[in-house]
């Protein structure tokens, strides 16, 4: 054989053999972090302020993983723009699972179907881990509208078209979305007031400067307790024990309406399965304690749970629904 061509066979083998060694360390090396995984702290961010639901719920969750994963976990509130900087900023951070962070309803469903821009795309960008929890959301009036029943709003509503108004907390809100979905439902005419935050929307509904309020249970629930405001509805599977004379939205065949707030923790795309199945597994272990269930229930939260791809389904479910909204009633925002 002629010396240069037994010289290229013998640098082509040593190529190989290169490659070869160097795609099995790669893949040993990643093996071995994610079977090392975690080994540092991991941060929870949470894109709203503290002291919400969100906040309340993410806290909750971050020192039960701190205690079954073993390792720090901090929580680090990014709040800005409805909860859109924050969920930015995880679907942004690396891939490698020690960035994760709470996703909402408001931030995997309603921003994407409101917004063109809201600086991610949940599918492309955002990893699913779990549910955590779900929480119904109410209507409630102002205790001198002189009605007592969902039957008799509708029918003041169609009696005096553009004359009765809701409250929320902006435009592309839960709150928002749900008076429109409520127009949508009853075929009423009721007029929008949008606020800065659910707090000045509450208030001016408790004054009886505005009539009706779409909400999260928890923040309306003390002034329906207190006398402040009257419950027509809810969206809980069953009537609740703190509301047990208030119907639920789908006793009253009020299908669209009939959805509640979720609270999950996502990551960004391109983490390992290996590692989102780790979180996932940790979350469902502090799920199950019984201490956790207690504080989620003292925030009107109903522990749910499941694996990576019941909270994808849910995600899903819930954008068509608020896109169907988004679009029936032409909200759009740059």
């Given at each position: 054989m002629p010396r240069l061509l037994l010289h290229r066979r013998i640098v082509a083998a040593a190529g190989a053999i290169l490659l070869v060694t160097a795609f099995s360390f790669t893949m040993h090396s990643r093996a071995g972090a994610q079977d090392s995984y975690p080994a540092r702290p991991i941060t929870v961010v949470v894109p709203f302020p503290a002291g919400g639901?969100?906040?309340?719920?993410?806290?909750?969750?971050a020192e039960g993983l701190r205690q079954v994963l073993g390792v720090p976990v901090i929580v680090d509130n990014r709040a800005g723009a409805g909860g859109m900087l924050?969920?930015?900023?995880?679907?942004?951070?690396?891939?490698?699972g020690y960035t994760i962070g709470m996703g909402t309803v408001s931030t995997l469903a309603i921003n994407p179907a409101v917004y063109k821009s809201p600086g991610y795309n949940v599918l492309a960008d955002l990893a699913p881990i779990g549910l955590i929890a779900e929480v119904p959301n109410i209507i409630t009036v102002n205790p001198d509208l002189p009605v007592r029943s969902m039957e008799e709003l509708v029918q003041l509503a169609r009696a005096q078209p553009g004359k009765l108004a809701y409250a929320s907390a902006g435009v592309g809100s839960v709150s928002h979305l749900m008076g429109e979905q409520f127009k949508l439902a009853t075929r009423?005419?009721?007029?929008?007031?949008?606020?800065?935050?659910?707090?000045?929307?509450?208030?001016?509904?408790?004054g009886g400067q505005v009539q009706i309020m779409f909400d999260n249970l928890p923040t309306s629930l003390p002034l329906v307790q207190g006398?402040?405001?009257?419950?027509?509805?809810?969206s809980s599977p069953k009537r609740l024990d703190v509301l047990p004379d208030v119907p639920t939205f789908a006793e009253l065949n009020l299908v669209e309406l009939d959805w509640m707030a979720f609270f999950g923790l996502v990551a960004p795309s391109g983490v390992p399965a290996p590692v989102i199945d780790r979180v996932n597994k940790a979350m469902e272990q502090v799920l199950s304690r019984p201490e956790i269930r207690e504080k989620l229930g003292a925030q009107q939260a109903i522990v749910v749970g499941g694996s990576s791809d019941r909270f994808k389904a849910a995600i899903s479910r819930e954008f068509e629904r608020q896109h169907r909204a988004v679009q029936a009633v032409g909200i759009k925002m740059d």
């Open positions: 639901s969100t906040d309340v719920i993410g806290r909750l969750v924050g969920t930015a900023a995880i679907a942004r951070s690396q891939p490698d009423t005419d009721i007029l929008h007031i949008p606020y800065r935050g659910v707090g000045p929307a509450l208030n001016d509904v408790v006398g402040k405001l009257r419950a027509l509805a809810v």
